[in-house]
């Protein structure tokens, strides 16, 4: 056998295999990504609390920087802001 050919199968063969890999390594990633997703979704963990309290306050400070914005200066989110109280925060 030729040594081009067999070097040509080696790489067609690691090329195959780092196929499989990374295929296998997507699928179980994508699992951890949906398995966090459900875990936010049903605020099972702490970090998934945690990171739910991180969207409120970035929902609170976006809604604070467009009631301040100097171009909408009429817009009053006070009632926002109340409906939060209360809400807001999980502490581990």
Known sequence: MPVAFVKLS???????????LCQLMLTFYLQ???IGCQEYEDQSTAESKFVKDLDRFD???QAFEYETAECRPSTDLEEFFTSCEGVVFYYC
């Open 32 to 34: 951890q990504v949906l």
């Open 10 to 20: 080696y790489l067609k063969l690691i090329l195959n295999f780092m196929k499989w």
């Open 59 to 61: 929902m609170i400070l």
